[in-house]
């Protein structure tokens, strides 16, 4: 795999390709506007974020946290992602949730959780951990391998986006349960993808 230094903050996460970012704006263009705020909680009006779904804004899975950026602790990360092999990944159903790290109103999350069958993230998140010469490395969602974040609603309209994810994860399953590429009967998996590189 390749790392590639983008951003240079203390984060990394797994780009989505263009097509798969398509496919999901697809999905998710029927949430109404006025149901949403943006990761901070803010109303679109008042944010400079605005909508996750956007063009500007950029649809990832963060892999890891708090890396430390000088340049010698980033050559030896790179290094590391060098020496593993690109894994396959897919999405699931859509999830809904409450986000807690949201302080200044109520809001809930829509979004799409990885399926890694093959463990291959936790795998290399558990190698990274233990790599001494590599500092300040903290994983996110130590139980889960993570999720594509989409929306995020306001409590006002909590009931109505819990209706539409349940629509629209019923057509969902109609679309893909029939697959054998995409369905092994317990997990329906929507799209799917193969990561060659983390970025920093």
């Not at 974020?49 to 950029?58: A, D, F, M, Q």
Request: hydrophobic share 35%; aromatic share 8%.
């Amino acid at each position: 795999m390749k790392a590639k230094l983008q951003q240079k903050r203390p984060w990394c996460y797994i780009d989505v390709p263009e097509e798969v970012k398509k496919q999901i704006r697809e999905v998710f263009k029927t949430v109404k506007e006025e149901w949403q705020c943006d990761l901070y909680g803010l109303d679109f009006k008042d944010s400079k974020r605005g909508n996750p779904l956007s063009e500007k804004e950029n649809l990832h899975i963060t892999f890891l946290n708090d890396i430390k950026t000088d340049e010698k602790n980033i050559e030896r990360f790179k290094e590391f992602v060098r020496e593993k092999e690109a894994f396959e990944i897919s999405l699931g159903l859509i999830y809904y949730s409450r986000v807690d790290r949201i302080k200044n109103r109520e809001a809930w999350a829509l979004g799409l959780p990885v399926v890694d069958e093959k463990g291959s993230i936790k795998k290399i998140r558990t190698e990274l951990l233990q790599q001494k010469n590599i500092k300040g490395v903290k994983v996110s969602y130590p139980d889960g391998v993570g999720h594509v974040s989409c929306s995020y609603i306001v409590s006002e309209h909590k009931e109505d986006a819990r209706k539409w994810m349940e629509a629209q994860n019923q057509i969902l399953t109609q679309k893909h349960q029939n697959s054998s590429s995409q369905s092994d009967g317990t997990v329906v998996k929507i799209l799917k993808w193969k990561v060659d590189s983390l970025v920093l």
